[in-house]
């Protein structure tokens, strides 16, 4: 392709609104241009992109004996209502009506419309498994889109469903799709884990995200040094502390004003103590109840956590009206002893000591405080983030925390859609049974990110070839007949040969192209100049190695070469 027929509309400058490196890259080199927020039109070059990934993930899903279908993207609330979602997914899910004043749904995800599908026309046992896939638009009305395709609400999703006769059948269907996911991202050649999440708003009884490691990504991932342990931060736990020895003369519970003294910092800097001295305790709302939590001062909660500890629909953190009513105290000073709430505990909290707690009142905290001779033991649970260097749940290694970005998610969902949609089939018995679902999405536009996120540097894009808009920039570094003429037949040969290129012909300066090259990021970039012509040799650099000289290739050498490095990178 000639770049002066393509619609590729680069900037210079990188673009106000973007937060992260795809984002910015992404407006830079005219693969995206914003047409609302969270809503972005994809450019030929963008595009491109999304096609080559789609295409590795149905030849993958396919492999994988999944069939592909198209859902409607407008959706009937009264499927949604059958399995209660219409009412608890949130002002996330975009409601619409018709000129009738029926109820639809713009769709964030088709569970609902997945298992409408199979419990019409399948009955039978016999029928099973099906694996049904669709690559198509979605819609989540998220409250602050953000990181272009990162956090966009309109955004393309592969989504397939499984539907098993029993749970064995369910496990084999799951860990298939696992082996697809693995096989994609490989194919893609991007760096990533699969780690155990949370189900969150799709539900089920187990959860494993994959995620594209990089410097930028948005969520931390814990991974064991010594073994193949790995989970999101929401999910990651640590092996139970062993306990330490508890003082045989413990300290006396002793009220100590602390004007002011609201936040760890604060109050350990009046103290004189360090933050695993003090004892967080936050008031949280579970469904309109009120309940404590406490939490060592050099810890984080994890609400996600809490949350499914409660079994709560919502959770909020107590407003300050409420703070003050259940513990007598402004935000910032309460404290266990004397609450007449829940109180849960996260397992590290049993085994501190001597530990300085909120008074419950304004201006007060206690030093010396300690379960049961204090306050009743609370229940314990895992309520904290983990934190580097954190002992591994499964065996002797260490934690490691790194950053990723989410890009596909797979769950097994049990019977939680089709009990409630009552999709059933009989089993070799002549029972009625309901079917064990699976659920599996990839984000397309968002790994199509993500993959920038982990390559790049400061000229712009470094593209692995599978993902790469084209696989060779061809640039004529000089307006000399001899060279045009010669470049122009080296991308006719390069084509024929199966060689996907993008000859930038414009009447433009060398030192333009050359810019431009490094900010599009094609894996190869061929360079014909007239002083390299006359020896008989092209030039040849690598995205992935800036730094690296070029490589002169022979004139009658220079289409296998690319060749054959083109088929060497496709990972198929």
Same mark, same amino acid.
């Given at each position: 392709?000639?770049?002066?027929?393509?619609?590729?509309?680069?900037?210079?400058?990188?673009?106000?609104?973007?937060?992260?490196?795809?984002?910015?890259?992404m407006m830079r080199a005219g693969l995206i241009r914003k047409l609302a927020a969270g809503i972005y039109d994809v450019l030929p070059l963008g595009l491109r992109s999304f096609r080559k990934f789609e295409a590795i993930v149905r030849e993958e899903m396919n492999r994988a004996g999944a069939q592909e279908v198209v859902l409607p993207v407008? @959706?009937?609330?009264?499927?949604? @209502?059958?399995?209660?979602?219409?009412?608890?997914? &949130?002002?996330?899910?975009?409601?619409? +009506?018709?000129?009738?004043?029926? =109820?639809?749904?713009?769709?964030? #995800?088709?569970?609902?419309?997945?298992?409408?599908?199979?419990?019409?026309?399948?009955?039978?046992?016999?029928?099973?498994?099906?694996?049904?896939? @669709?690559?198509?638009?979605?819609?989540?009305? =998220?409250?602050?889109?953000?990181?272009?395709?990162?956090?966009?609400?309109?955004?393309?999703?592969?989504?397939?469903?499984?539907?098993?006769?029993?749970?064995?059948?369910?496990?084999?269907?799951?860990? *298939?799709?696992?082996?697809?996911?693995?096989?994609?991202?490989e194919r893609c050649g991007l760096r990533f884990r699969a780690v155990a999440a949370d189900s969150g708003q799709i539900g089920g009884a187990f959860s494993s995200e994959f995620m594209v490691l990089a410097a930028t990504g948005e969520s931390a991932v814990a991974s064991c040094d010594a073994c193949s342990y790995a989970a999101n931060l929401?999910?990651?736990?640590?092996?139970?502390?062993?306990?330490?020895?508890?003082?045989?003369?413990?300290?006396?519970?002793?009220?100590? !004003?602390?004007?002011?003294?609201?936040?760890?910092?604060?109050?350990?800097?009046?103290?004189?103590?360090?933050?695993?001295?003090?004892?967080?305790?936050?008031?949280?709302?579970?469904?309109? #109840?009120?309940? *404590?939590?406490?939490?060592?001062?050099?810890?984080?909660?994890?609400?996600?956590?809490?949350?499914?500890?409660?079994?709560?629909?919502?959770?909020?953190?107590?407003?300050?009206?409420?703070?003050?009513?259940?513990?007598?105290? $402004?935000?910032?000073? *309460?404290? $266990?002893? &004397?609450?007449?709430?829940?109180?849960?505990?996260?397992?590290?909290?049993? /085994?501190?000591?001597?530990?300085?707690?909120?008074?419950?009142?304004?201006?007060?905290?206690?030093?010396?405080?300690?379960?049961?001779?204090?306050?009743?033991?609370?229940?314990?649970?895992?309520?904290?983030?983990?934190?580097? &260097?954190? %002992?591994?749940?499964?065996?002797?290694?260490?934690?490691?925390? !790194?950053?990723?970005?989410?890009?596909?998610?797979?769950?097994?969902?049990?019977?939680?859609?089709?009990?409630?949609? /009552?999709?059933?089939?009989?089993?070799? +018995?002549?029972?009625?049974?309901?079917?064990?679902?699976?659920?599996?999405?990839?984000?397309?536009?968002?790994?199509?990110? %993500?993959?920038?996120? @982990?390559?790049? !540097?400061?000229?712009?894009?470094?593209?692995?070839?599978?993902?790469?808009?084209?696989?060779?920039?061809?640039? *004529?570094?000089?307006? +000399?007949?001899?060279?045009?003429?010669?470049? =122009?037949?080296?991308?006719?040969?390069?084509?024929?040969?199966?060689?996907?290129?993008?000859?930038?012909?414009?009447?433009?300066?060398?030192?333009?192209?050359?810019?431009?090259? !490094?900010?599009?990021?094609?894996?190869?970039?061929?360079?014909?100049?007239?002083?390299?012509?006359?020896?008989?040799?092209?030039?040849?650099?690598?995205? %992935?190695?800036?730094?690296?000289?070029?490589?002169?290739?022979?004139?009658?050498?220079?289409?296998?070469?690319?060749?054959?490095?083109?088929?060497?990178?496709?990972?198929?």
């Amino acid at each position: 392709m000639r770049y002066s027929r393509m619609l590729i509309p680069t900037l210079k400058e990188n673009p106000s609104e973007a937060e992260v490196v795809s984002h910015t890259l992404m407006m830079r080199a005219g693969l995206i241009r914003k047409l609302a927020a969270g809503i972005y039109d994809v450019l030929p070059l963008g595009l491109r992109s999304f096609r080559k990934f789609e295409a590795i993930v149905r030849e993958e899903m396919n492999r994988a004996g999944a069939q592909e279908v198209v859902l409607p993207v407008i @959706q009937p609330a009264e499927l949604w @209502q059958e399995t209660g979602r219409w009412q608890k997914y &949130g002002p996330e899910l975009l409601r619409i +009506k018709d000129r009738h004043g029926r =109820e639809f749904c713009f769709s964030p #995800t088709a569970e609902e419309v997945i298992t409408n599908v199979v419990r019409r026309d399948v009955r039978s046992y016999r029928q099973l498994p099906i694996n049904l896939y @669709q690559i198509h638009t979605k819609f989540r009305d =998220e409250i602050r889109p953000r990181f272009g395709l990162m956090r966009g609400r309109e955004f393309v999703m592969k989504d397939a469903y499984s539907f098993d006769a029993d749970e064995p059948g369910a496990d084999k269907s799951y860990d *298939a799709m696992r082996k697809a996911y693995h096989r994609i991202f490989e194919r893609c050649g991007l760096r990533f884990r699969a780690v155990a999440a949370d189900s969150g708003q799709i539900g089920g009884a187990f959860s494993s995200e994959f995620m594209v490691l990089a410097a930028t990504g948005e969520s931390a991932v814990a991974s064991c040094d010594a073994c193949s342990y790995a989970a999101n931060l929401e999910k990651a736990s640590t092996r139970p502390p062993v306990g330490a020895e508890k003082p045989a003369s413990p300290a006396a519970l002793t009220r100590v !004003d602390t004007p002011g003294a609201r936040t760890i910092e604060e109050v350990t800097a009046f103290l004189g103590k360090t933050a695993d001295q003090l004892l967080k305790t936050l008031i949280f709302v579970a469904d309109g #109840t009120p309940v *404590a939590v406490l939490v060592r001062g050099d810890r984080e909660l994890n609400y996600v956590k809490l949350q499914n500890l409660l079994g709560a629909d919502e959770l909020l953190m107590a407003d300050p009206e409420t703070t003050q009513r259940v513990t007598g105290a $402004p935000v910032g000073f *309460a404290g $266990p002893i &004397g609450l007449s709430i829940r109180v849960i505990a996260d397992l590290e909290v049993e /085994h501190m000591a001597d530990f300085v707690v909120g008074a419950n009142e304004a201006d007060a905290h206690f030093t010396g405080c300690n379960i049961g001779r204090d306050f009743p033991a609370p229940a314990f649970a895992d309520l904290r983030n983990v934190v580097d &260097g954190d %002992a591994c749940p499964v065996c002797e290694g260490r934690l490691q925390l !790194d950053r990723g970005i989410e890009v596909g998610h797979i769950f097994k969902l049990g019977t939680k859609y089709s009990e409630s949609m /009552h999709c059933v089939v009989l089993n070799d +018995k002549g029972e009625e049974v309901p079917v064990v679902m699976g659920c599996y999405g990839i984000g397309i536009g968002r790994t199509v990110a %993500a993959s920038i996120e @982990q390559n790049h !540097d400061d000229a712009g894009i470094i593209w692995p070839m599978p993902l790469a808009p084209y696989h060779v920039a061809l640039i *004529a570094a000089s307006p +000399k007949d001899d060279v045009l003429a010669f470049a =122009e037949k080296l991308h006719d040969d390069l084509e024929a040969a199966g060689v996907e290129v993008l000859y930038d012909d414009r009447d433009e300066r060398a030192g333009v192209k050359f810019k431009d090259a !490094d900010l599009i990021g094609l894996p190869l970039r061929l360079t014909v100049g007239a002083k390299g012509l006359a020896e008989g040799f092209v030039e040849l650099k690598r995205r %992935a190695e800036p730094g690296a000289p070029f490589e002169p290739v022979p004139v009658a050498d220079v289409v296998e070469r690319v060749r054959s490095l083109v088929a060497g990178a496709m990972n198929v």
